[in-house]
Structures are given as structure tokens and as C-alpha cells.
């Protein structure tokens, strides 16, 4: 078996609980404020998650929901307009302070970087997104954490697409028996999985139902000394009375 070499992150729903507080409130102030009457509840979000991409989930909407909606202009061009504007209120919900990691993300992050392993980030979602998110959570020097980030649309296909994590390991120059992957969704693992990544799971309030059969572990959170995780799904031995996710127990998914 390969020595493990590089940890490559999904961002949102992963690192943070950024969807129902962050992108779905980011995207209804967008609307409001070019005076449209749409608002995005949280099941109706929830629902839209299956389309990965910003754009591309507002392109599914208009489509899907509002399709006698009038455009003034090219669509596409209106689309990304719309997107730079809730990019722009959802960097402000960040700097609010609004949006922390999820318990166990900064501490497994440090672990890692201290240990030498190599970091990555591989999203659909947009470079100011991981850049404000990283800065606002842990620090300025966050971002230098990560050799490579791969977001947004640096690639053709959006996950379940493997492109993403695939430009992450080519820019790194690794093979996927050398890196694991860390995911949240059903689209995020098909994604891992097609670039041929081992993954670890962490499910959130969105994500919970979601099929991840083919994940070497499956768990509520990374956990904290003092707040442990729940094992969702996984093999006890590999677990070995871990009560939460450090670098030890990253080797012995990787190895299994």
C-alpha cells in the first residue's frame, strides 16, 4: 500500500456548515436586493443541492421553477451577475463571524500540517468563497496551509464529475493511492470516488440521507477530546476506539 501523502478537502458542508446559513442566506439577499420575489427556505435548498454549482443551481431554478420568469439580458450573463452579487453578501456573512468550521476541521488540519502532510482543497464552489471562509475562520495565513486549491471553475465538469479532485492530484503531482478524500454529499463521493480516492464522510443536516455505501468511514462530525463523534458507518478494527478524527486514525482508513 502507498504511503499516505496529501489530505484533499471538499469545502462546504465539510470544513463548515456553510449552506444552510451562509449560501442559502447569501443567495436570497441576492434576489432581494435585484428585486426578485424568490426565497429559498431551507427544504427548498435542501432540494436544490442535488445540482452542484452555484450557477448552475439558479440556471435548475429558473428553469425548473420559475419558467415564465423575463430576463433583462442573456441569461448566462445575467446568472453570473447574480452569482458575483451573492458571493459579495455571502463574504459579508462570513466576516460576521456568522459561519465557524465544524468541530474537529482546524484541529485535524493543524495535526496534519504540523506532521507534514501535504493539503488541498477541491470544491464547485468559488475561490473568493474558500479564501474568505479560511481567512474568517482560522486566520489570514490560512490559505497557505493548502498547496493547491481547486475551485469553482477551474475544471469543465462539476462533481459528481471526478475532474476537480483530479486537477488537485495532477497540480500536486500524486497518484490517488497516495491521497484520501474528505466529503459530506452523495455527489461529493461520487466525485472522490471516480478519481478513485479512499473518503471519510462527515454527514450534515442536508446530507444524513445520502447513499455512502462505498465511504471507508462514514461519522457526524471530525470531533473534538470533548465532544466525540458518532460512527455512522465502518469497520470497528479501523476505528479502534477512536472518539475522534486525528491523523492516527486517517493513516488506518488510508491503509484499510
Same mark, same amino acid.
Given at each position: 500500500?502507498?504511503?499516505?501523502? @496529501?489530505?484533499? +478537502?471538499?469545502?462546504?458542508?465539510?470544513?463548515?456548515?456553510? %449552506?444552510?446559513?451562509? =449560501?442559502?442566506?447569501?443567495?436570497?439577499?441576492?434576489?432581494? %436586493?435585484?428585486?426578485?420575489?424568490?426565497?429559498? *427556505?431551507?427544504?427548498?435548498?435542501?432540494?436544490? &443541492?442535488?445540482?452542484?454549482?452555484?450557477?448552475?443551481?439558479?440556471?435548475? /431554478?429558473?428553469?425548473?421553477?420559475?419558467?415564465?420568469?423575463?430576463?433583462?439580458?442573456?441569461?448566462?450573463?445575467?446568472?453570473?451577475?447574480?452569482?458575483?452579487?451573492?458571493?459579495?453578501?455571502?463574504?459579508? &456573512? &462570513?466576516?460576521?463571524?456568522?459561519?465557524?468550521?465544524?468541530?474537529?476541521? %482546524?484541529? &485535524?488540519?493543524?495535526?496534519?500540517?504540523?506532521?507534514?502532510?501535504?493539503?488541498?482543497?477541491?470544491?464547485?464552489?468559488?475561490?473568493?468563497?474558500?479564501?474568505?471562509?479560511?481567512?474568517?475562520?482560522?486566520?489570514?495565513?490560512?490559505?497557505?496551509?493548502?498547496?493547491?486549491?481547486?475551485?469553482?471553475?477551474?475544471?469543465?465538469?462539476?462533481?459528481?464529475?471526478?475532474?476537480?479532485?483530479? /486537477?488537485?492530484?495532477?497540480?500536486?503531482?500524486?497518484?490517488? @493511492?497516495?491521497?484520501?478524500? +474528505? %466529503? *459530506?454529499?452523495?455527489?461529493?463521493?461520487?466525485?472522490?470516488?471516480?478519481?478513485?480516492?479512499?473518503?471519510i464522510i462527515t454527514v450534515n443536516d442536508y446530507t444524513? *440521507?445520502?447513499?455512502?455505501?462505498?465511504?471507508?468511514?462514514?461519522?457526524?462530525? +471530525?470531533?473534538?477530546?470533548?465532544?466525540?463523534?458518532?460512527?455512522?458507518s465502518g469497520s470497528s478494527s479501523v476505528i479502534d476506539?477512536?472518539? /475522534?478524527? *486525528?491523523?492516527?486514525?486517517?493513516?488506518?482508513? =488510508?491503509?484499510?
Open positions: 500500500m502507498a504511503e499516505l501523502a @496529501a489530505l484533499l +478537502f471538499d469545502v462546504d458542508g465539510t470544513l463548515s456548515n456553510t %449552506e444552510r446559513d451562509g =449560501h442559502r442566506v447569501a443567495f436570497n439577499r441576492a434576489f432581494a %436586493e435585484a428585486g426578485l420575489d424568490w426565497e429559498w *427556505d431551507v427544504a427548498t435548498y435542501g432540494a436544490l &443541492l442535488s445540482i452542484t454549482g452555484g450557477k448552475e443551481r439558479m440556471r435548475h /431554478y429558473l428553469e425548473q421553477y420559475q419558467p415564465a420568469a423575463t430576463l433583462p439580458g442573456d441569461p448566462t450573463e445575467w446568472i453570473a451577475e447574480l452569482h458575483q452579487a451573492k458571493t459579495r453578501h455571502y463574504e459579508t &456573512l &462570513l466576516g460576521e463571524g456568522g459561519i465557524p468550521l465544524r468541530p474537529g476541521v %482546524e484541529r &485535524l488540519l493543524r495535526e496534519a500540517r504540523e506532521a507534514g502532510y501535504r493539503l488541498a482543497i477541491a470544491t464547485t464552489t468559488t475561490p473568493a468563497n474558500v479564501t474568505a471562509l479560511l481567512e474568517n475562520a482560522v486566520g489570514p495565513d490560512a490559505l497557505q496551509w493548502f498547496e493547491v486549491i481547486a475551485a469553482g471553475d477551474v475544471v469543465p465538469a462539476k462533481k459528481p464529475a471526478p475532474d476537480i479532485y483530479e /486537477y488537485a492530484m495532477a497540480k500536486m503531482g500524486l497518484e490517488p @493511492a497516495r491521497c484520501i478524500a +474528505f %466529503e *459530506d454529499s452523495h455527489n461529493g463521493i461520487l466525485a472522490s470516488k471516480g478519481a478513485g480516492l479512499k473518503t444524513r *440521507d445520502h447513499d455512502f455505501d462505498n465511504a471507508e468511514l462514514v461519522l457526524d462530525s +471530525f470531533g473534538e477530546p470533548q465532544q466525540p463523534f458518532r460512527v455512522l476506539g477512536a472518539r /475522534y478524527l *486525528d491523523m492516527a486514525l486517517v493513516k488506518r482508513v =488510508h491503509a484499510g
